[in-house]
T-cell receptor
Framework: NAGVTQTPKFQVLKTGQSMTLQCAQD?????MSWYRQDPGMGLRLIHY???????DQGEVPNGYNVSRSTTEDFPLRLLSAAPSQTSVYFC??????????????FGPGTRLTVL | AQTVTQSQPEMSVQEAETVTLSCTYD???????LFWYKQPPSRQMILVIR??????QNATENRFSVNFQKAAKSFSLKISDSQLGDTAMYFC??????????????FGKGTHLIIQP
């Protein structure tokens, strides 16, 4: 299993540009989520999904959109990038039901810089 | 909402020493889970240890153990016989038990642990 994969690893955008951060997992996990990590901060939850077709907002959802059309993929969209969205983004997944209380499996992260 | 506080931004110890990282949290929930994650310079998030709030027995994983004090809302991590590879950011995290949905993890700001040779 490849686990949780994220692309790209690094990205530089200009203010106002749009882009999609990709996240995929091959473990048949129902629960997937996106976090952002800023300097001096822990990770903060952006959006999450408990299964295909179901998404919900986390702590810091503004400026981001998500969709979940398949179990495997959970892309994060920035419609109009702002410098405040400069951060490292992590995708995570976990098994269904009680499994999510055991461990979240994290991807390697995407470092995004918005100029 | 839950909050997680790690009061030690950075700690430094000598190799082979024992070190304790502090974590406190605030919640009105009774059923929840606590975690310590390690983030080495590679940036990968690695689960170190987890604790279920309804279990009084402290979790242990080899050189890693926790001191879970539910009434005090404290969840410290003890690393015994520290090794150079333990150098990393350590994050304390909280997850409440929810029936249908899932709120995800709430993280503290982290403690940068440096193991000196």
């Amino acid at each position: 299993n490849a686990g949780v994969t994220q692309t790209p690893k690094f990205q530089v955008l200009k203010t106002g540009q749009s882009m999609t951060l990709q996240c995929a997992q091959d473990m048949n996990h129902e629960y997937m989520s996106w976090y952002r990590q800023d300097p001096g901060m822990g990770l903060r939850l952006i959006h999450y999904s408990v299964g295909a077709g179901i998404t919900d907002q986390g702590e810091v959802p503004n400026g981001y959109n998500v969709s979940r059309s398949t179990t495997e993929d959970f892309p994060l969209r920035l419609l109009s990038a702002a410098p405040s969205q400069t951060s490292v983004y992590f995708c995570a997944s976990s098994p269904p039901g009680q499994g999510r209380y055991n461990e979240q499996f994290f991807g390697p992260g995407t470092r995004l810089t918005v100029l | 909402a839950q909050t997680v506080t790690q009061s030690q931004p950075e700690m430094s110890v000598q190799e082979a020493e024992t070190v304790t990282l502090s974590c406190t949290y605030d919640t009105s929930e009774n059923n929840y889970y606590l975690f310590w994650y390690k983030q080495p310079p590679s940036r990968q998030m690695i689960l170190v240890i987890r604790q279920e709030a309804y279990k009084q027995q402290n979790a242990t994983e080899n050189r890693f153990s926790v001191n879970f004090q539910k009434a005090a809302k404290s969840f410290s991590l003890k690393i015994s016989d520290s090794q150079l590879g333990d150098t990393a950011m350590y994050f304390c995290a909280f997850m409440k038990h929810s029936g249908g949905g899932a709120d995800g993890l709430t993280f503290g700001k982290g403690t940068h642990l440096i193991i000196q040779p």
